[in-house]
């Protein structure tokens, strides 16, 4: 069964740190586009960042642009997102995408990020 697995999520203080992760199982990642999204209590998911298939392009929302960074490891078929200087706006749960188009895409089962004093 194809699986993306998000970890790293949890209670941080405002201006702190996380690092999250997505390990893909039965399928090969270097294949597709990677991202993260997140969704806040009320509210729509959101794009926060992409890394094309190579890694060699990202693109990141406005509102972290500056503060995360997204990178894959194809070798351990993972993608991360490094977050710093964290804030309460961040709190949300955080989704793991891949997309190669045709419609193959799949999506992780999400982590919460918690951002609070």
């Known amino acids: 069964q194809v699986q993306l697995v998000e970890s790293g999520g949890g209670l941080v203080q405002p201006g702190g740190s996380l690092r999250l992760s997505c390990a893909a199982s039965?399928?090969?990642?270097?294949?597709?586009?990677m991202s993260w999204y997140r969704q806040a209590p009320g509210k729509g998911r959101e794009l926060v960042a992409t890394?094309?298939?190579?890694?060699?392009?990202?693109n990141y929302a406005d509102s972290v642009k500056g503060r995360f960074t997204i990178s894959r490891d194809n070798a351990k078929n993972t993608v991360y997102l490094e977050m710093n200087s964290l804030k309460p706006e961040d709190t949300a749960v955080y989704y793991c995408?891949?997309?190669?188009?045709?419609?193959?895409?799949?999506w992780g089962q999400g982590t919460q990020v918690t951002v609070s004093s």
């Open positions: 995408y891949a997309d190669r188009g045709g419609g193959f895409n799949y």
């Open positions: 039965r399928f090969i990642v270097s294949s597709y586009a």
């Open positions: 890394v094309t298939r190579a890694g060699t392009s990202t």
